[in-house]
């Protein structure tokens, strides 16, 4: 039952990693590799801050804002210097990992006895647990709907519109090169705050914590497009990010319920998402659709 | 909005109100079988080696794995994030004890559990780490055992051993805390015993290899000292292969190492780390508070020799130092 509750608050903090990376991943069509650097970033930031004794609510805020900076660097590496997005991103993710040293001056932060986002009055009466789910609903609120507010302006259609077709936004006049930068730049920004989210819930920031990240973030997406196969709006979209997020939370709770070695964890992982990929391809062969008629597609 | 993530957000919501309502109202029941979690930051064999210990600690205060207590043993295989799950899984069965190899693992527990009693087993800064604020009272519901290495044992050893040693190479991973730590530690100290010190630090196990050659080139050390460093334990070929080239003999803290390759160390037996762990488990499951058990240190080593690797560096072992070692190749 706990550890239900607690997969449940730890998909919800986790889904901002989700959330990040649909903006790069599928709105823009790039696999962003500096996120695996982002997120730490935004850990050792509001770690480093938080211990200094700066507002946890302030200290995830810094954490975002640096990691649109990281963010911003990928851009510029990919629109300005031409470097393709896969290896902007890498340099980016490498040279973050040498900055996070530096920012926590040591390779693991801990914030044992320190006043946290998910230890404050204000939700020490909930029961175990629940701190990290009322933290996580809040933020995670806020952050679908300002991004979702954010695709309906015009500056989010341009960039919409540039993740179609780049060729075809520049026609109509979109600076696409400040787009693609701009969405780098909020995505990494939204990662940043997912990794100072987590790093406070966790208690300690780590040089180490953005191995794999990638990967935890593309199941929220896939899991999620996997479960609500409808056409959905871009905000509904964003929901079943948060949504893929916690199940796919449930998944590795129960992977380790059934006795699994925790060795074989990063496989089941890839196991699932390979799995989840496939699946639409299974569907159209094996004709499933058929079988269950969708409502509301047209 | 779509009625299938209305369906999911209500399910979802109504099930959070039902536990958040029992959450409320259950009472602990007393148990008869002591529970107790265990929470290994990697697979190592040092780690493992406290584990054991640890089992055979208990065992001396009276507690049987199978007859009056329950381990739940998990292992997070240096993944940061299963850390999280696994102590919140410990605190969800409501263990009567919880323990923490390596510090990372000790961390998480420390955050997560709030009543029960904490336990770290071989962390080397813990204050650092603000596991505890100080060694002899421990305040909040953590204590432990320290595996700091004793280091000053090591450097007269050294001497000892090489009469002419001026300046040592020092090798660590920068991202591991305990070896920053130690490595550092042994700085000042090689220092205060008028050594030089040449410390190099790598971020990963690949690049080994040529920071060993860039700190052995030119013979600029007389002597290599490694401190206690899981990732270099891992990788104690590629240095040795370095150093066995150019001759130079690699002063380890940790048996094993020394067993790979490293000429002698003044280590500290994992596996007495996890005994004494025990104890001081077994103490606090029979009703001693946390309070009460101070900070425990390992306070002498065991000096190992590698006979085999002295005669490969045509190093004559003293007969002081020979006489109170334990030979391994």
């Given at each position: 039952?706990?550890?239900?509750i607690?997969?449940i608050?730890?998909?919800i903090i986790?889904?901002?990693?989700g959330?990040?990376?649909?903006?790069s991943?599928?709105?823009l069509?790039?696999?962003?590799m500096t996120v695996?650097?982002?997120?730490?970033?935004?850990?050792?930031?509001?770690?480093?801050?938080v211990?200094?004794?700066v507002?946890?609510?302030?200290?995830i805020?810094i954490?975002?804002i640096?990691?649109?900076?990281?963010?911003?660097i990928t851009?510029?590496l990919?629109?300005?210097?031409?470097?393709p997005i896969?290896l902007a991103?890498?340099?980016?993710?490498?040279a973050?990992?040498s900055?996070?040293?530096?920012?926590?001056g040591q390779?693991?932060?801990?914030?044992?006895?320190?006043?946290?986002?998910?230890?404050?009055?204000?939700v020490n009466?909930?029961?175990?647990?629940?701190?990290t789910?009322g933290v996580?609903i809040?933020?995670?609120?806020?952050?679908?709907a300002?991004?979702a507010?954010?695709?309906?302006?015009?500056?989010?259609q341009?960039?919409?519109?540039?993740?179609?077709?780049?060729?075809m936004a520049?026609?109509?006049?979109?600076n696409?090169?400040?787009?693609?930068?701009?969405?780098?730049?909020?995505?990494?920004?939204?990662i940043a705050?997912?990794g100072?989210l987590?790093?406070q819930?966790?208690?300690?920031a780590?040089?180490?914590m953005?191995?794999?990240?990638?990967?935890?973030?593309?199941?929220?997406i896939?899991i999620g497009?996997?479960v609500?196969t409808?056409k959905?709006?871009?905000?509904?979209?964003l929901?079943?990010v948060?949504?893929?997020s916690?199940?796919?939370?449930?998944?590795?709770v129960?992977?380790l319920?059934?006795?699994f070695?925790?060795n074989d964890?990063?496989?089941?992982?890839a196991?699932i998402?390979g799995?989840a990929?496939?699946?639409p391809?299974?569907?159209?062969?094996?004709?499933i659709?058929?079988?269950?008629p969708?409502?509301?597609?047209k | 909005?779509?009625?299938?993530?209305?369906?999911?957000i209500?399910a979802?919501?109504?099930?959070?109100?039902?536990a958040?309502?029992?959450?409320?109202?259950?009472a602990?029941?007393k148990k008869?079988?002591?529970?107790?979690?265990v929470?290994q930051?990697m697979?190592?064999?040092?780690?493992h080696?406290?584990y054991?210990?640890?089992?055979?600690?208990l065992a001396?205060e009276?507690?049987?794995?199978g007859?009056?207590?329950?381990?739940?043993?998990?292992n997070?295989?240096?993944?940061?994030?299963?850390l999280k799950t696994m102590a919140?899984?410990?605190?969800?069965?409501?263990?009567?004890l919880?323990v923490?190899i390596?510090t990372?693992a000790?961390?998480?527990?420390?955050?997560?559990?709030?009543?029960?009693?904490?336990?770290?087993?071989g962390?080397?800064?813990?204050?650092g780490?603000?596991l505890?604020t100080?060694?002899e009272?421990?305040v909040?519901?953590?204590t432990?055992?320290?595996?700091q290495?004793?280091?000053k044992a090591?450097?007269?050893?050294?001497?000892?051993?090489?009469?002419n040693l001026?300046t040592?190479?020092?090798?660590?991973?920068?991202?591991d805390?305990?070896?920053?730590t130690?490595?550092l530690k042994?700085?000042k100290?090689?220092?205060q015993?008028?050594?030089k010190?040449?410390v190099?630090s790598?971020?990963?196990?690949?690049?080994?290899n040529?920071?060993?050659?860039?700190l052995?080139?030119?013979h600029?050390?007389?002597?290599l000292f490694?401190p206690?460093d899981?990732?270099i334990?891992?990788?104690?070929?590629?240095v040795?292969?370095?150093t066995?080239a150019?001759k130079?003999?690699?002063?380890?803290?940790v048996?094993t190492?020394?067993?790979?390759?490293?000429l002698?160390?003044?280590?500290i037996n994992?596996?007495?780390?996890?005994?004494?762990?025990?104890?001081?488990?077994?103490?606090i499951?029979s009703g001693k508070?946390v309070k009460s058990?101070?900070?425990?240190f390992?306070?002498?080593?065991?000096?190992v020799?590698n006979?085999e690797?002295a005669?490969?560096?045509?190093?004559?072992v003293?007969?002081?130092l020979s006489q109170?070692?334990?030979f391994i190749?």
């Open positions: 039952m706990g550890v239900i607690s997969a608050g730890q998909g986790w889904s901002l990693l959330i990040g990376l649909y903006l991943f599928r709105i069509n790039f696999p962003d695996e650097g982002t997120f730490p970033l935004g850990a050792a930031v509001s770690v480093t801050l211990t200094q004794g507002n946890p609510v302030l200290a805020i954490a975002g640096i990691g649109g900076v990281a963010g911003l851009g510029l990919y629109t300005k210097g031409q470097i896969l991103g890498i340099l980016t993710m490498t973050t990992y900055i996070n040293l530096r920012i926590m390779a693991n932060k801990s914030l044992l006895g320190v006043k946290t986002l998910f230890n404050n009055q204000f009466w909930l029961p175990d647990n629940f701190p789910i996580g809040v933020i995670v609120i806020v952050i679908v300002s991004v507010w954010f695709l309906q302006t015009e500056l989010g341009a960039f919409i519109a540039t993740g179609d077709n780049q060729t520049w026609a109509l006049g979109i696409s090169d400040a787009m693609v930068t701009l969405g780098l730049i909020i995505s990494n920004a939204l705050l997912g100072a987590v790093a819930n966790n208690g300690f780590d040089v180490n953005g191995i794999g990240i990638i990967v935890v973030a593309l199941a929220s896939i497009e996997v609500y409808d959905l709006t871009l905000t509904e979209r929901i079943t948060v949504i893929g916690i199940l796919y939370r449930f998944v590795l129960a992977v319920a059934f006795g070695d925790a964890l990063n496989l089941f992982s196991v998402l799995l990929l496939l699946l391809k299974f569907r159209h062969s094996l004709n659709a058929k079988l269950f969708q409502k509301g597609a | 909005m779509n009625i299938k993530i209305k369906l999911t209500i979802m919501t109504l099930f959070l109100g039902g958040a309502v029992r959450a409320s109202f259950t602990d029941a008869e079988v002591k529970t107790v979690g929470l930051f697979t190592h064999p040092a780690l080696q406290i054991t210990g640890i089992e055979a600690g001396e009276g507690y049987h794995v007859d009056n207590l329950k381990i739940d043993f998990k997070a295989q240096g993944d940061q994030s299963n919140t899984r410990f605190d969800s069965e409501n263990v009567d919880a923490g390596a990372p000790a961390i998480s527990l420390a955050n997560t559990l709030q009543k029960q009693p904490v336990i770290f087993a962390s080397t800064n813990p204050i780490s603000k505890v100080n060694y009272h421990p909040g519901n953590v432990g055992v320290l595996d290495a004793p280091l090591q450097i007269s050893m050294m001497k000892e051993m090489l009469p001026k040592v190479g020092v090798l660590y991973t920068s991202s805390d305990s070896a920053t130690e490595a042994f700085k100290l090689a220092k015993n008028g050594l010190t040449k190099a790598v971020a990963s196990s690949n690049d080994i040529q920071t060993v050659l860039q052995i080139s030119n600029q050390v007389d002597a490694i206690t899981n990732s334990a891992g990788a104690m070929n590629t040795i292969k370095n066995d150019a130079i003999p690699v002063f380890p803290t048996d190492m020394v067993k790979q390759g490293g002698a160390a003044e280590a994992q596996k007495e780390i996890g005994i004494k762990t025990g104890r001081m488990m077994g103490r499951l508070t058990q101070s900070v425990e390992m306070q002498e080593g065991h000096l020799i006979q690797q005669d490969r560096l045509g190093i004559s003293p007969k002081e109170r070692a334990r190749h």
